[in-house]
């Protein structure tokens, strides 16, 4: 891990794991270049045992400048897969540049596993959150794709399916999907699981081929990519309660209807929508007025 200190045109290149301990402040905050670097490295390499040695000693670099440039809160950290990782300090304390750091490590490391060249943006910051999160860091975010990415992986958390697998398990789950579909597919999974809303056993039922399974399983992650988790439990009850002798396609459709609905129709009741569309479908519960005869 290196520490670039940059002031007036100059720069210094030191050695944080070899720095003596002094403190060193930017902008608001002050750090111990040395306690900072032994904190990423005991974090990383207990998420990532695997971590390759190289990563930390050459593709990690902290950098200092002794005027805090008047610039986006997104610029506190950055990767590319050419040279690694920069973190800027000046932007978060000394434990909040650590989630920064193991945010952007959590870049190399999704490329060192497989995945990131294939995932889209909102994958590929879901997988940097739920590291920098693992760290301690909790940040809120209006950009895309880090909103979308940030809600998802906040509702995965909230989920105890989820929630009780040790890191490296989460990782692999996580960095097993590489669309914003498959991580709401994730959620939808997840959610099933931790309530048992009973969505396995009904697709079970419904059909035995995977293929037609996964078809369903990838529209309803679709109709639902932006839900709230309570949108997703009414979607999902109202989806196993149909007839499992439902022809799929009809059931294909009625996702779509929901999904073309709620865009024409932004302003509506999102849970009318859906009660409306599986209306025919879903048997009614007892009346309790019967209306004529
Ligand atoms: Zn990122």
């Not at 860091?137 to 906040?154: D, G, I, K, N």
């Not at 040790?166 to 590489?178: D, L």
């Amino acid at each position: 891990m290196q520490l670039l200190l940059r002031s007036g045109g100059q720069q210094l290149i030191i050695d944080m794991e070899r720095a003596d301990d002094r403190p060193l402040t930017v902008g608001q905050y002050t750090y111990r270049p040395r306690r900072l670097a032994g904190k990423v490295r005991r974090l990383a390499t207990k998420m990532w045992p695997d971590l390759p040695p190289t990563v930390l000693a050459e593709r990690l670099t902290f950098e200092a400048m002794d005027t805090v440039r008047d610039t986006a809160w997104s610029d506190s950290g950055s990767f590319s897969p050419r040279s690694g990782s920069v973190v800027l300090l000046g932007r978060w304390d000394e434990d909040g540049s650590v989630g920064i750091a193991l945010h952007e490590l959590a870049h190399e490391m999704h490329l060192y596993h497989g995945g990131y060249d294939d995932s889209d943006g909102v994958v590929r910051e879901a997988v940097a959150m739920l590291a920098e999160r693992e760290a301690g860091l909790r940040r809120t975010f209006e950009r895309e794709p880090y909103h979308s990415a940030c809600q998802l992986v906040e509702q995965l958390e909230s989920l105890s399916a989820f929630n009780r697998l040790s890191f490296p398990k989460r990782w692999a789950e996580v960095i097993s999907v590489t669309s914003m579909v498959g991580l709401a597919d994730l959620v939808n999974y997840y959610l099933d699981r931790s309530e048992r809303l009973g969505l396995a056993r009904w697709l079970d039922r419904l059909t035995k081929n995977i293929d037609v399974r996964d078809q369903l399983l990838a529209r309803l992650a679709t109709t639902s990519l932006r839900y709230s988790l309570a949108l997703r439990r009414v979607l999902i009850k109202k989806l196993v309660r149909c007839k499992p002798e439902t022809p799929v396609e009809q059931l294909l459709y009625v996702l779509d209807s929901i999904a073309t609905l709620d865009r024409r129709y932004p302003n509506d009741d999102l849970e009318q929508i859906i009660n409306f569309c599986f209306a025919p479908y879903v048997p009614q519960r007892r009346r309790l007025f019967a209306f004529g005869s």
